[in-house]
């Protein structure tokens, strides 16, 4: 069975929403989009559980949806955007921008192979919407310390690249009131105000890094 | 085993130079990218197999790299290109971009799961090279006749798109004469001349549209 028209599910539709979500964070240099597939990405494979649809096909075009909507999308938007936070940090901003997306990548494929409970390594739609909150923040409060923020931003896409490539163990499923709040906080983001986003990421890259280090001490 | 650094062999490291030539070619606006992220897909394949270090993450690292360099990267160079050649096309750009994205990641999905001996559907590099050379042609040769070619290249994108994702049966090694004409048609489209390759894509395309339809009547 190879016809494409046999194969797809309902879900499959809900994925090519995110990628395409995702291509629009591109084209029109808008975080709202990054925050709004995120959405779409949890959607599909409740859809798919839901209809019983879970299939290799989807799985496989959900590793391939995510790296554009979670790792091109927050690169671009990394590189047209650095130069308003630090002018003449345009080539470091291709370079980062270069570093997120192969880490990005990397754990997509990792992922795609691996079999275990929870996930290893920050899941790529938290590394995104970590890098891309904290650099829309920037922007809009860039009047208060011009010049500095450019850093600040490389530096944590630097941090969330390797925490996505790296060997920390997160939550599958963190708890209801966790999920609360951070829908709120995507919603919060969508009309405009990044920061409850902020602080959901950082609370969540933080808590793996923890579970991980108390878990092994 | 899920540490990356013990996963990743040297092929995975042409597939990251791939994702990269991708992520340029949207940062620079620049078709020249493509090309080479074309060798380079090539490449991975070769020195995997060369080194004999084929496998599962390799091949899904694959996929999802290509559909930066060969989904992506077209897409958006449509829509940063479209308004040049027909003003007022914007909206048709994003649309077409949308729908070419979609079926590249269709198409790699499929390919992924499926296991059959050549390709079904235009393989996703060369619709990525058939589109942009188009496209790029039509840039230069613009002020011939402003104002059509933005139609003509929305209408080669969908053909692209459809041909993907369709159950046309496409050779995966084309004869050696028709490798070295298009090893030298993608040089001089490096160097700023796309012609001889809209030419070898045209053929290849109608090649396997051509062979499908003598073969099942």
Known sequence: MFKIREIITISDYVTLINIVLGLMAILLNDFAFVYVAVVFDALDGMVARKTNT?????AELD???DVVS????PAYLLYANIGILSPGLNMWGALLASVF???GALRLARFGVLDVKGFIGLPIPAGALF?????HASLIYNGAITGVLGYVVL???LIAGLLMICDIRYPKYPRKAYLV??????LIGVLGQPIPL???LIFYTIYGVYGTLTHEL
Chains 1, 2 share one sequence.
């Open 54 to 58: 879970v299939s290799d096909f989807g």
């Open 63 to 65: 590793s391939i949806c």
């Open 70 to 73: 979670f790792g091109v999308a």
């Open 101 to 103: 997306i192969c880490c």
């Open 131 to 135: 890098v891309c909150s904290i650099l």
């Open 155 to 157: 530096f944590v896409y």
């Open 181 to 186: 709040a951070f829908s709120l906080a995507i």
């Open 198 to 200: 902020v602080l959901c």
